[in-house]
T-cell receptor, first 116, second 114 residues
Framework: SAVISQKPSRDICQRGTSLTIQCQVD?????MFWYRQQPGQSLTLIAT?????????ESGFVIDKFPISRPNLTFSTLTVSNMSPEDSSIYLC?????????????FGPGTRLTVL | KQEVTQIPAALSVPEGENLVLNCSFT??????LQWFRQDPGKGLTSLLL?????REQTSGRLNASLDKSSGRSTLYIAASQPGDSATYLC?????????????FGTGTKLQVIP
């Protein structure tokens, strides 16, 4: 299993500013994922962050808007840049744990972002 | 492209009832299917994971089944309790272009009334 913490747990930000969200895992993992969950909707994958390489972004998400860092195997950050009210969402960090016969996904508690 | 649908979107039941949540997926070539619980404003908690070679998994009052041929999974909750109130999400894992991809359903919001 994996225990994931995120900071901050919530924030209220002004339009045009940026927020960096931190994700810490209690064990070393190869792949970390950042998801967005807009109000009333399911999860959408923003990007996959592998240590030592550039993050891979999903269609509709770009590095200038959502820069990601992955300095080591237990930590990652996601920055939401030049925010607008449409960026108000819960942002979730996730990791995969590869077992002998299964791959299980674990999630952090999320960061609830409100942009005014 | 995998699409995952959950019906109903919302469900309200009296305490003690047994209930079934449904999850449908369009691409039957899944690697596994995972059920999660999400409390309001919180992250996701993994409940059960079914490998593609399995037909069901059980944990306490929860039982999840998988029928790949029909593209369906169900989550059965026995003797529901108010503490079961949450949104339940299913997620199908497939391989696409050499990479694993997880597609989430839209969720079923469950309310168990005392």
């Amino acid at each position: 299993s994996a225990v994931i913490s995120q900071k901050p747990s919530r924030d209220i930000c002004q339009r045009g500013t940026s927020l960096t969200i931190q994700c810490q895992v209690d064990s070393q993992v190869t792949m970390m994922f950042w998801y967005r969950q807009q109000p009333g909707q399911s999860l959408t994958l923003i990007a996959t962050a592998n240590q030592g390489s550039e993050a891979t972004y999903e269609s509709g998400f770009v590095i200038d808007k959502f820069p990601i860092s992955r300095p080591n195997l237990t930590f990652s950050t996601l920055t939401v840049s030049n925010m607008s009210p449409e960026d108000s969402s819960i942002y979730l960090c996730s990791v995969e744990v590869w077992g002998e016969s299964t791959d299980t996904q674990y999630f952090g508690p999320g960061t609830r972002l409100t942009v005014l | 492209k995998q699409e995952v649908t959950q019906i109903p979107a919302a469900l309200s039941v009296p305490e003690g009832e047994n209930l079934v949540l449904n999850c449908s997926f369009t691409d039957s070539a899944i690697y596994n299917l995972q059920w999660f619980r999400q409390d309001p404003g919180k992250g996701l908690t993994s409940l059960l994971l079914i490998q593609s070679s399995q037909r069901e998994q059980t944990s306490g009052r929860l039982n999840a089944s998988l029928d790949k041929s029909s593209g369906r999974s169900t989550l059965y909750i026995a003797a529901s309790q108010p503490g079961d109130s949450a949104t339940y999400l299913c997620a199908a894992r497939t391989y696409s272009g050499g990479y694993q991809k997880v597609t989430f359903g839209t969720g079923t919001k469950l309310q168990v009334i005392p």
